[in-house]
């Protein structure tokens, strides 16, 4: 089979950009309208989107003060909103972030199985540590925990969370009326965890689904989230600017994966791109700067105190200055770094800066027409860049339909992207292994080295 | 307008009888079917049923090694199940039990508010301290904390979740694109909570529903539980095997909300039922009988061994013998006295008591016809000892059905049951009044007292 392009879109209600609530086409309450999320999830599938994707916090990222602008501050919790709309889709994923340093694992491992089970194996795990003094404020603590110390919970969270997905084989349920057994109990297994932060008996109380358990999906860029994507990834979300580091991240990740024994074709990287598409390259300009010129000043300085770690105070600067020095962070660290060489390298002022990161917060913004857009698209992906991309329309739902009615018919005239789903579960449309269980393996193998 | 009962209906899909799944009409599958779900919660409806209740665990309930006839072993999240299930039904309730003791109370306000949002107003929260050992050897702990450090931590973390209900006033949204306002900062608030478990910054990020917040469901019954319920449940699932006893439960939490400056008619009091209901009284007993001769021994005695509070091993008892005395429990408490209670007053055997108790896990079991069940319903809602009932089915979907085909016709010929909803949130159609915001009701007392 050639190799196809994956694709998320990531359909926040209220938008990307900072501003879309403002725009006309982008109903103002979308953020906490079901029905509006219900439209763009069937418009996802429509046109035939791996998955529906989105990010996550535990607190609401003001900026500052508490800023009127922010359209971002109240909305629902992904799991839960993901679970009532995977009855009205069949093919669609889901990938709900969710966090490693402020849930438990057994509380994790259960929502997801469960959203598994309704979705019938279609639900992803974004894996997140949760880089904000704010949420750490809302889980009695005064200050976040090292940068260091969240990605090494990460990793032990994880092991447990896979653990506890293996609690029942898939052939555990006998259900005979007649002998009264419902399960075979030597193939429901305790999980008995005991390490550095948790100590979990098990077994779970949600078996698992037709795509065994849900797909792990990371987005970590610094050396310490870079080796928890290696090790447990199977889709990796990334941001870049250039085809450059792109590259060079990709084929760190595929070496670091390689070198952990697993196979890298098993590990999807996909950059976050934002798309203003037009009919003409005027057409896809007018549109940028249409919703550009609704950003007001106060929440551009938020966002971009936000994006380089909460602590830069911009209040009273110069916006058509350059960018001062943000003090170190334990928050999102390669965020922080992205926003910087954003700056410099285009000798972005501050206005400048806000403006361009508006639309995606530091992913890859392409305003273009569908042949240019497909373009760069097929470059990142036959190049060692991208083995899909996440979609991140600036604005709903028409961002999200131009690049459905526009550029995905061109992917797939280039015979880049499928012409309908292959198949039923999350995992097998992205082309990923169905996770044996390790109860089963275990046996499995045994047999196999008689 | 006339006092009505209201109905809440427990429809784990599983089956509420321990023998469930082993009858012919019964799914047995039915744990883990989400189709079989929509078609519980949409007959609950058909039946005018103010809400569909789901008890919750966070282990699985073993009752000593792993028995292999135990049908509840595996199955959805609660909450998960019902964001799913909300967008088929308009005006259902759904009320999920969640833990004060293993979850924080930032994610479970969130989630809770997000299946607010979803379902439009229609959700309720049973708040559970969790009360065994297998739970919290889950959450990386040995043995469970005592119980009246559980009651303790609820009473706070109930207190700081309403707090995080209350961030956004109900008018902060203003939305207007041409200023650029999305909200109004005065109308967003911090929660700024420091108490004995919890440091909670706030504010949330999920605003407030049609309903205000979810209606505050509570089940306990020790001194601990009666407090608890007093002072912050406005509806209370309660166990009783007779009227004399309901009735003074009902009149003790009365009396307490009344003493804590509380409308005692916002504390609504709900006692299980068990129904198995005939066209005759012979039907009615031929159902129960059939059940019964479904029940493995060996899943009998783990039910009892469970409902008395884990510790006591019957293995090699006379099953025609009495029960043996029980070591006494940090668990659930007020279960293992009624358990003990049951097998006194009716000089069980052990095999007689877990056949009783194989319906409703200590629940009142009533089989009769129509008539007779109505009865018995009507004297309980006339007489202080209930305001509506918690209708458990002991199996699915024939024990629902039976109820709603028969019964409810007859609690409506009577004048004790609507015939139609009488509003669209869960607050409304049980009663209970709309929860004013405390930051508008504080600004609203200032005017008032002007």
Known sequence: MTRKIRLGAFLPGGGQHIAAWRHPDQPADGATSFEFHKQLALTAERGLFDAYFLADG??????????????????????TLFSALAPFTTHLGF?????????EPYNLARKFASLDLISDG??????????TESAAQNFNLDHQHPHAFRYRRAGEFVEVVKKL???FEDDAFIRDR????????????????????????????????????????????SDDGRGLAAQTAEVIFTAHQHIETAQEFYRDIKARARGLGRNPDHVLIMPGVSPFVGHTLDEAKEKYERLTS???????????KGL??????????????????????????????????????????????????????????????PATIADTL????????ADGFNILPPWLPTGLNDFVDLVIPELQRRGLFRTEYEGRTLRENLGLPFPQNRWTLAQGAVQAAE
């Open 95 to 103: 990938i709900a972030t969710a966090s490693t340093t402020y849930e």
């Open 308 to 369: 380089t770690g909460g602590e830069l105070d911009l209040t009273g600067a110069d916006l058509d200055g350059p960018l001062p020095p943000a003090p170190p962070t334990e928050g999102m660290k390669s965020r922080q770094a992205l926003i910087r060489q954003i700056a410099d390298e285009n000798n972005f002022t501050i206005r400048q800066l806000y403006q361009w990161v508006a639309s995606a917060r530091g992913h890859f913004t392409l305003v273009g027409t």
């Open 294 to 304: 609704l950003i007001l000043e106060e929440d551009g300085l938020a966002l971009i």
């Open 378 to 385: 097929q470059e990142w992906f036959e190049n060692e860049a």
């Open 122 to 131: 279609r639900a992803g795990w974004n894996v997140v540590t949760t880089a």
């Open 178 to 221: 007649e002998t009264g057994r419902f399960f075979d109990p030597t193939k429901v297994h305790y999980t008995n965890h005991r390490g550095e932060h948790f100590k979990v008996r098990g077994p779970l109380n949600v078996s698992r689904s037709r795509q065994g358990h849900p797909v792990i999906v990371q987005a970590g860029q």
């Open 58 to 79: 535990l607190a609401i990222a003001f900026g500052g003060g508490i800023e009127g602008g922010n359209a971002k501050v109240a909305g629902f919790e992904p799991v």
């Open 165 to 167: 997905w293996d609690s």
